[in-house]
């Protein structure tokens, strides 16, 4: 079996009913290729649950020089998703966050891969903010392709470097009440928590609207353009629209998320079979962006 051959079918049922079963259990607004992202971890553990199978996959694939067969014995899907891991952990760098300045032509080149750590992503910032403005930067490209999202927190701190306008991060955010989204309200967000102890379950808390405005010293104000692609999703999405709405800079591509979106999970385990799962409580409209004129 060669890497880039193309499997036609296993266990004699198409690749085609395959992946249109596999697509139909996650939801996308936008293409599959934040689909793609989810799936690829667990695609044993889906093949067993759809199809039983574990321990012999027979395939018929096409190759160079045509079709053919190729059979392989099942693993365990504990040494599946280590090896996946270790194979992803092999082709991924370490550093989240990159900055590449070019001191002749005046510009900078920022990649950053995730959002999923506010204190880890505005310790970068604030050191290559302050590199921009010593390197007399005046052209600046952020990109956020393939970043899967994070937190509204990390999202801020990379703004409130780009302008010193006042936003607001989302139009609207609600939040449907429960007795789990109290307990966890009760200690993390007390203020709030103070605003939803008596509402019943399944009733809308809506958050206030706030708007956010930099404070930080070496804001960036020269050129800027945002590179985003179909993986782009979750808060960098809401990223992206936020420079749109503000007309900060050029945007080169198309977020994989629509303006309205869930988010935010509470984490549980079924009391029989020990499945982990996840369910929203949050739902999120980001800012219309303005028309430009």
């Known amino acids: ?3 880039h051959d193309t499997i036609i079918s296993i266990n004699n049922v198409s690749s085609k009913d395959i992946c249109n079963y596999l697509y139909s259990l996650l939801a996308s607004e936008k293409g599959v290729e934040i689909t793609d992202a989810y799936l690829e971890p667990y695609i044993s553990t889906l093949l067993w649950y759809k199809y039983q199978w574990e321990n012999e996959f027979n395939f018929i694939l096409k190759g160079q020089n045509g079709f053919y067969q190729a059979s392989l014995q099942g693993v365990s899907n504990d040494t599946a998703l280590t090896y996946i891991r270790e194979l992803n952990a092999q082709q991924a760098e370490t550093n ?33 903010f302050a590199e921009i403005k010593q390197n007399h930067i005046t052209e600046l490209t952020i990109d956020v392709q393939n970043n899967p ?14 302008t010193d306008e006042p936003y607001q991060t989302y139009q609207s955010i609600r939040l449907k009440i429960s007795q789990e989204v109290k307990e966890r309200y009760a200690e993390i967000y007390p203020e709030i928590y103070e605003q939803i102890r008596d509402m019943k379950n399944g009733d809308i808390y809506t958050y206030p609207s706030t708007y956010q405005k930099s404070d930080k010293e070496n804001i960036y104000t020269g050129k800027l353009a945002i590179l985003c692609n179909k993986s782009t999703y979750s808060a960098v999405s809401t990223f992206v629209s936020i420079i749109k709405n503000l007309q900060r800079g050029t945007v080169t591509g198309e977020t994989g998320q629509k303006s309205h979106y869930y988010g935010d999970m509470l984490f549980f385990q079924l009391s029989h079979s020990g499945i982990n799962f996840h369910v929203s409580m949050k739902e999120f409209d980001d800012q219309l962006v303005k028309p430009t004129t």
Do not use: C
Request: proline share 8%; net charge negative.
């Open 1 to 3: 079996m060669a890497i």
């Open 96 to 128: 989240f966050y990159s900055f590449q300045p070019d001191p002749i032509t005046h510009s900078g080149y920022i990649q950053i891969k995730t959002f999923t750590d506010p204190p880890s992503i505005g310790n970068f910032l604030e050191k290559t």
């Open 149 to 162: 999202g994070g937190t509204s927190r990390a999202v801020d701190s990379l703004v409130f470097y780009l």
